[in-house]
Nanobody
Framework: QVQLVESGGGLVQPGGSLRLSCAASASIFNIDTMGWYRRAPGKERELVAVISGGIRVDYADSVKGRFTISRDNAKNTVYLQMSSLKPEDTAVYYC?????????WGQGTQVTVSS
């Protein structure tokens, strides 16, 4: 069974940076979409950033210019580089892969931005 394993979350001060990683525990072929989502306390889950078709990249307006998504196809890994973090970025971050129409989700990693 394929699992997505996230890492890189933690506590950071406002203005700081973190890099999240998400890797598949086994080979997944033909991944057409890799993305990051987040759920803040009391809010719905929202899209943060996504790479579709290996080419198109989309970001939530709230993170444009601060976050960068990238992928390593050879490692079946997606990254989220987060800079200039704000307290409102505090949330549980989840990764998602899609392959042959099947979605795979990570277990989530907590990011807390606080002084």
């Amino acid at each position: 069974q394929v699992q997505l394993v996230e890492s890189g979350g933690g506590l950071v001060q406002p203005g700081g940076s973190l890099r999240l990683s998400c890797a598949a525990s086994a080979s997944i072929f033909n991944i057409d979409t890799m993305g990051w989502y987040r759920r803040a306390p009391g809010k719905e889950r929202e899209l943060v950033a996504v790479i579709s078709g290996g080419i198109r990249v989309d970001y939530a307006d709230s993170v444009k210019g601060r976050f960068t998504i990238s992928r390593d196809n050879a490692k079946n890994t997606v990254y989220l580089q987060m800079s200039s973090l704000k307290p409102e970025d505090t949330a549980v971050y989840y990764c998602r892969f899609r392959s042959y129409g099947v979605n795979y989700w990570g277990q989530g990693t907590q990011v807390t931005v606080s002084s």
